[in-house]
C-alpha cells in the first residue's frame, strides 16, 4: 500500500454529503457517537458485574478512553509521516495526515466493540455454543444445520464480535438509514483486525486469527477491501490488515491493560503497592527519554489520595505506552504498507522490554479470573443460550404457532427486513441481530419474563 492512496472520503452511500465545514471523516466520528448501537455499550460489561456501587468501565467508558488514546496516536503519526523526508506525501495526503488521521483513528476506536454482544466475551462464546451444540435439534422435521450452507454455519459457531461490529455500522436495517451510518471506506477499513472471513480463520497467522465479517457482508468488505487497495492474501475474500488497524489495535490494548488495573485498585481487589509497583515498573522499563521516572515517582509520593495517586500513574504509564507506539509504528512502517508486519504494536513493545509481563500475569491470575468475573460470565452464558433457544425455532418455522407468532412479535420492527425471506441465514442473522444488540440489564430482564421467572 501507499501513504497517498490508503485513504478516501468515499463512503457505500451513494449520495453526496453536503459539505457543513467538517470533513467526512469528522462526520464518521460524530455519528457513530450518536448512534443508539454505541449508546447501549453503557450497559455492556467491559470486566467487572455491572452495575455496582463503585463506578467501574463499562464498554461504552472504555471505547471513549480508547478513541482519546486513537486520537493522539493518530496525530503523533501523521506528524511523523509529513515531517518524515524519505516520504513523498502529495498535498490531499498532508492535509489529511495533518487534520484527518487521528479522526480516522478514534472513530475505529469508538467503534472496535460496537458489535460485542451483552456480557462480553461469554456472549460470544453462548451464541457460539449454541449452535455446535443444537446441530441436530429439529425444526419442522430438518435439523438445524441443514438450514445454512457450510461458509454460513461457520459464521455461526465462530460467532465474532469484530465481524459483528462491521454489520451494525454498514447494514439497511427496516426504517433506518441506507448503508448504515454511512461511514468512509476509510474509518471501516480501519476496524478491521481481522480481515478475511470464518473460512480463512486460522489461528497461526495474527490477521486471521479470527475474522472480521459474516457472508452476509462478503461483498461490502470485498468494496472496502478493494476500494482501498488492500493487499490480497489468499483471495479476493482474505487480504492483510490496513495500516491504520495497528495503531487501532494499539490503544486497545494499551487501555484494558493498563485500565483493568486501575479499575481492580478502585473496587478493592488489587492493593495500592501492588499496583503502584506494576505501573512504575512498566515505565521504568520502558525506559523512554521522554518520560523522567524520578519525576514521576516524587509526584506520586507527593498525591494523598489513593486513588488519585493510582490514577495518575495510569495516565504515565499510557503515555509512555503512545510515545513507544508510534516508535513501533514509524520502525515498521514500511513492512506494515507491504502486510507482512505480522505482530502488534504493544506485542513487539512486550518482545523487546518485557514492560507489560507481570501486568498481564496479574490481571489473568487476580482479575479476570476472580469469582465475581466469573459468575457474570457464567451467568451471561445462560441468559444468551435461553434467548437463543426462544426466538431461534419461532423465527425458522414455516408453520408458526399462535406462541411462534407472539415469540416473532416481540422482535423489535427494525430486525424484520429478513424474517419472512426464503433465506434461513438472513433470518437468522436477524435474530442474531436482535439478541447480540442487547445490554447485560435488558438481556437478563427479558430472561426472566420470558421464562416466566418474573411476570
Not at 215 to 241: N, P, W
Not at 295 to 323: H, P
Request: hydrophobic share 35%; aromatic share 10%.
Amino acid at each position: 500500500m501507499n501513504w497517498n492512496t490508503c485513504f478516501t472520503s468515499k463512503s457505500l452511500a451513494e449520495s453526496v454529503p453536503k459539505k457543513d465545514g467538517r470533513s467526512n471523516f469528522q462526520k464518521d466520528y460524530d455519528r457513530i457517537i450518536f448512534s443508539s448501537s454505541f449508546r447501549r455499550l453503557q450497559n455492556k460489561t467491559q470486566v467487572f458485574p455491572l452495575p455496582g456501587t463503585t463506578f467501574v468501565h463499562n464498554r461504552l467508558t472504555h471505547s471513549l478512553e480508547v478513541a482519546s488514546v486513537g486520537r493522539s496516536l493518530g496525530e503523533l503519526v501523521g506528524h511523523f509521516l509529513i515531517e518524515n523526508d524519505d516520504i513523498n506525501l502529495g498535498p490531499e495526503a498532508i492535509t489529511f495526515y495533518s487534520r484527518d488521521l487521528s479522526s480516522v483513528i478514534s472513530s475505529g476506536c469508538l467503534a472496535h466493540d460496537i458489535g460485542n454482544p451483552a456480557f462480553g466475551h461469554s456472549g460470544e462464546e453462548a451464541i457460539s455454543n449454541f449452535f455446535k451444540v443444537n446441530d441436530k435439534m429439529e425444526i419442522d422435521g430438518k435439523p438445524l444445520r441443514e438450514f445454512y450452507q457450510k461458509e454460513q454455519w461457520r459464521d455461526l459457531t465462530l460467532f465474532e464480535g469484530n465481524a459483528n461490529a462491521l454489520r451494525v455500522l454498514t447494514q439497511s436495517f427496516r426504517g433506518k438509514s441506507p448503508s448504515g451510518l454511512g461511514l468512509t471506506l476509510t474509518t471501516l477499513a480501519s476496524i478491521l483486525k481481522y480481515p478475511c472471513s470464518s473460512s480463512h480463520q486460522d489461528k497461526s497467522f495474527r490477521h486471521r486469527k479470527k475474522y472480521g465479517y459474516f457472508q452476509s457482508e462478503k461483498e461490502i468488505f470485498k468494496s472496502v477491501a478493494q476500494g482501498l487497495g488492500f493487499k490480497e492474501d489468499l483471495d479476493a475474500y482474505s487480504y492483510h490488515r490496513h495500516p491504520f488497524v495497528y495503531l487501532v489495535e494499539a490503544a486497545d490494548d494499551i487501555c484494558y491493560n493498563i485500565i483493568d488495573m486501575e479499575d481492580a485498585h478502585r473496587i478493592g481487589l488489587l492493593s495500592k503497592a501492588i499496583v503502584s509497583d506494576l505501573f512504575l515498573d512498566l515505565i521504568k522499563k520502558l525506559d523512554l527519554q521522554e518520560v523522567n521516572v524520578s519525576s514521576v515517582l516524587a509526584t506520586f509520593k507527593g498525591i494523598g489520595d489513593d486513588n488519585e495517586s493510582i490514577a495518575y500513574l495510569r495516565a504515565k504509564c499510557i503515555s509512555a505506552l503512545v510515545i513507544a507506539s508510534v516508535r513501533e509504528f514509524m520502525d515498521n512502517q514500511e513492512d506494515i504498507l507491504k502486510g507482512e508486519f505480522s505482530s502488534g504494536l504493544i506485542d513487539e513493545i512486550e518482545r523487546k522490554t518485557g514492560a507489560l509481563k507481570e501486568v498481564e500475569k496479574v490481571s489473568y491470575e487476580q482479575i479476570y479470573r476472580h469469582e465475581s468475573v466469573l459468575e457474570i460470565e457464567v451467568a451471561g452464558f445462560h441468559v444468551m443460550s435461553e434467548l437463543l433457544s426462544i426466538y431461534l425455532p419461532a423465527v425458522l418455522r414455516e408453520t408458526k404457532s399462535h406462541l411462534d407468532k407472539t415469540i416473532v412479535a416481540l422482535i423489535p420492527g427494525q430486525y424484520h427486513l429478513h424474517l419472512n425471506s426464503d433465506d434461513y441465514y438472513l433470518r437468522t442473522m436477524n435474530v442474531l441481530d436482535h439478541i447480540s444488540g442487547m445490554t447485560d440489564a435488558y438481556a437478563t430482564e427479558l430472561y426472566r419474563k420470558l421464562k416466566g421467572i418474573e411476570i
